[in-house]
């Protein structure tokens, strides 16, 4: 027997901590570090960690918690009173970067040609820029005491939508992308999917809280879970041909109404995540982040893609903002607060990768174009809101 | 990308969960309902499991962070307070088994031969049931109000010794079997390696101390003790030749004495243990049993493997406990009290098996002893304490 892989791991972990502390220090979130220790130390650096298939198989369960993890923490009763406005914010920021970053995509690298494949590859890159990750906006607003205005729950609000949204953008892209060259067929297998998550969610939804209201504090509450949440991934991509994320993601949708076991259930799958898979996932984006393929092309192409990122999420929130006539100062605030992409990019530029639909060598630039948002975002939202008047 | 390992992991997860319900119902230990799970879905079975890479690397970690956690888990203050009784009494329950368990193998399995493999194999089969799992007895005892009785303790701080020697003994077994012939060499790798573990000991203590007086509550603290653990283990097996689990134990045994972090660490590897790892372990164990090699030679060697593996520790503790002045009742209640096996046994054939000293064909056998051993105690225990004089 081979024990390479506790070598492997032992070093994804204690890599990705040490940079954790490095960019911690200098205020960059936990994330870059993660990244950043897989560049280090993968192929591009020092070469000492490989891709192995225990590896890849680690980094997709990590993607997997992590997803589960976004769909039990969706707060419902927030997401039914969610007004017109939030989704009307939500709906232009997914689809101006789809467009605007997949556009940029198609001028680059498919030759002007319009083929199924070329439009399919640039949507998919497009949709790695559809989805905002809030929490950067949520630590800023609140050190701000922005939180609670109606601006920022406003915010918080859209960007429940957006991941929804997002995801069903995903399904879509990935059961076109799954071999079917047939498009009704695809439709049909989109929307018998969506009826399978209907049906097992009513099922297991009523399970799992009649398991709750006495065992909610049980270890085996939470292995269920873990349980249900990877077998749902697995329908997901091998029957219905859309992500194993995607699956995962309405799974903990489906249990974030199990109110009594849901924080139990989100904490055990957080500290599984943070010890031993996520980690792993980001280190392998990081590594699979080849530097030395880098050329100028992608370079120019990378730094465009940065200020396509920022400026489509600015852009489209904003208009939605505007259209639902939200004062021009609120709407720059709700467009820069939906600027920050992380994990969910990651993770869909991952599934593109696997998929066969988003080219490694251009991975740069999206890890790039996904970090540069992260960083901007708190500094453009300091000075949107000191520089305006007083936020309602 | 083959998504298969997602639906094994599921069926594991789920399997070993309803399982252990089930038994939990009958009063059976968790262990034993996650065995059957493991032998019901797999080869023996329905087949619906089948051992992968990814499982087999799973079920190793699952083995490793066990082992850390029985180190970390570790009482140092008792452990120093531990008298010369409970130290004779660990030491006979240890080579008593070791002794009778082994012999027994040898007598069936050997052809009388003494070479250097078939004593090899014999010790390997008799370490399997050198280690107590002291936790039924806790139960037991705690159950009759009999835990703080000077009985109680003295056997606690032998299970605690009787933990160490069992790695010690396992230690030499793996280095003996890992290729070497020259035991000159071999005597010198291990101590070596135990000379490695005091020093990197010493400096990692130190390192952990340090951080934990203020970062005790951080998960980076956690992470970076799994990253620990996993590297001792790695080099424990790549360097020296002796068992991975072996340096999983030290590093955990290192870590128990940062007292500020200790217990924090130990939780989130308890946490990461059952929501993954451990399951897979117990299963894979399960799936290896496969009953369908059984034979009569088997079955006969299986039920005198059962009364050796009961005997051996009633007999080495009890004549432990008669050597050090205990009356004749407690020293009885001492053997039954050592007589349970679990986890660590398993662990120890499974390394048996990976290093080629024991034959999967015997696994049933072993299985089925460790399974009766851990039933019969707290039975026989009940019987012997309400049988005799008040336990003092």
Request: hydrophobic fraction near 55%.
């Amino acid at each position: 027997m081979d024990y390479t892989y506790l070598l492997l791991l032992a070093v994804v972990l204690l890599s990705t901590k040490v940079f954790g502390v490095l960019t911690e220090h200098v205020h960059l979130p936990q994330v870059v570090g993660a990244l950043l220790a897989g560049i280090v130390m993968g192929p591009s650096g020092f070469g000492v960690l490989q891709s192995t298939d225990f590896m890849v198989k680690a980094a997709e369960i990590g993607v997997i918690m992590l997803m589960f993890t976004a769909g039990i923490d969706t707060d419902m009763k927030e997401l039914k009173a969610t007004g017109v406005q939030a989704s009307v914010i939500a709906v232009l920021g997914v689809f101006v970067p789809l467009l605007l970053c997949g556009g940029l995509y198609f001028a680059f690298f498919c030759g002007g040609e319009f083929t199924a494949y070329n439009l399919l590859r640039s949507a998919f890159m497009g949709s790695v820029f559809s989805a905002t990750s809030v929490s950067i906006t949520v630590e800023t607003l609140n050190e701000m005491g922005k939180l609670k205005s109606k601006t920022g729950t406003t915010l918080l609000s859209a960007a429940l939508i957006d991941d929804i949204i997002g995801i069903v953008v995903l399904s879509v892209l990935s059961a076109f992308s799954s071999g079917d060259s047939d498009p009704v067929m695809v439709m049909v297998r989109i929307v018998l999917f969506f009826a399978f998550v209907l049906v097992v969610g009513l099922v297991v939804r009523r399970v799992f809280s009649y398991i709750a209201e006495e065992h909610w504090h049980s270890r085996r509450v939470a292995v269920w879970a873990l349980g249900f949440c990877l077998l749902m991934s697995y329908c997901a991509e091998a029957w219905f041909g859309v992500a194993d994320i995607t699956g995962a993601y309405f799974a903990g949708l489906i249990l974030c109404n199990v109110t009594k076991a849901r924080r139990f259930v989100a904490k055990k799958f957080t500290v599984t995540s943070y010890m031993v898979f996520t980690p792993v996932f980001f280190a392998s984006v990081g590594m699979k982040t080849n530097l030395r393929d880098m050329n100028g092309d992608i370079l120019v192409f990378a730094l465009l893609l940065v200020a396509a990122a920022v400026l489509s999420k600015v852009a489209g929130c904003g208009m939605g903002g505007l259209a639902c006539r939200m004062s021009r100062h609120q709407s720059l605030v709700v467009g820069i607060g939906m600027v920050a992409r992380s994990e969910v990019a990651l993770m869909v530029a991952q599934r593109g990768i696997n998929a066969g639909m988003i080219d490694p060598s251009i991975l740069p630039a999206i890890v790039l174009a996904v970090i540069s948002s992260a960083l901007l975002t708190p500094v453009l939202l300091k000075m949107a809101i000191s520089k305006g008047p007083e936020l309602a």
